[in-house]
């Protein structure tokens, strides 16, 4: 089997949700169903996974106590009364600061950031915030949220990116160490033509190989293998001639990998 680093990984994200509503097992159940689907969009083996507590009792609390309870909680995710019939959570970032204030941008500093969010979309959206790729403000802003942000405002229009999360599945590719017998090369023009300046040689995993991983097996550019560090401490190493290839999974074999963390509704 081709030693993929996505299934090495040290260490699953966790975001933390809390439940302020009346939910069914079956209700909940699809919320982590919906979340798994986004947690998927870039691979089949996800770097997050949602961990819902609940506090039922905390249901009279606002959005700006509810963060002050969980300062270092971020995002905090919020699943309520709502969320059966719409799929949508509550993703609260920050309280605005007083540049924010200031700059016409909040009302107050007891203004949150936060965003009514459809919850196949809580993952890419994390992932955009974390990476500062785009700023939860900006996403308001598509919402109708006005400025400065209110320190009160009701969101009508759940906030979603556009993906197909079955259609658009596994965005990311992979970067797999293959053994020789695990790929084939060639110089034919025509498989280098498509790359510039064209190569000398290029690679690509065996069909059944491929296959066996979830993967697509398509002509690349290869490295030369090296020992790799895996989670435990210890190291990997591989046969002369292994080759590093970019890989991208195939939505028709690979599987989705997430599952509901242990001891979460």
């Known amino acids: ?17 809390i439940l302020v509503a009346d939910l069914t097992p079956a209700q909940l159940d699809t919320v982590q169903r919906k979340f798994g689907a986004g947690a998927n969009l870039c691979s089949p083996h996800p770097s997050e996974e949602l961990f819902v507590e609940d506090k039922r009792e905390f249901s009279s609390l606002s959005h700006p106590d509810l963060k002050r309870f969980y300062p270092d909680t971020n995002p905090l995710l919020i699943i309520d009364a709502r969320t059966p019939s719409d799929h949508s959570i509550w993703y609260i970032d920050r309280f605005a600061e007083e540049d924010d204030v200031e700059n016409g941008e909040a009302e107050n500093t007891n203004t949150l950031y936060k965003i009514r ?115 435990d401490g210890s190291k990997k190493t591989f046969p002369d001639g292994s080759k590093v290839l970019q890989s991208d999974y195939d939505p028709e074999t690979a599987v989705p990998s997430y599952e509901k963390p242990e001891g979460s509704l």
Do not use: C
């Open 1 to 17: 089997m081709v030693y993929n680093p996505d299934i090495a990984a040290a260490k699953v994200r966790r975001l933390s949700a």
């Open 117 to 231: 969010i459809h919850i196949p979309d809580v993952v890419i959206s994390y992932g955009n915030y974390s990476i500062s790729n785009i700023d939860i403000r900006e996403d308001m802003d598509t919402v109708g949220i006005p400025y400065p942000t209110p320190e009160n405002f009701h969101q009508e229009e759940i906030f979603k990116t556009g993906f197909h999360h079955v259609k658009d599945r596994y965005l990311d590719p992979t970067w797999i160490t293959a053994t020789p017998d695990e790929m084939e090369h060639s110089t034919d023009p025509d498989h280098l033509k498509n790359f510039a300046p064209p190569p000398e040689i290029v690679y690509r995993l065996k069909e059944e190989v491929a296959s066996e991983a979830g993967l697509k097996s398509t002509w690349t550019l290869a490295s030369d293998a090296s020992q790799v560090l895996l989670p």
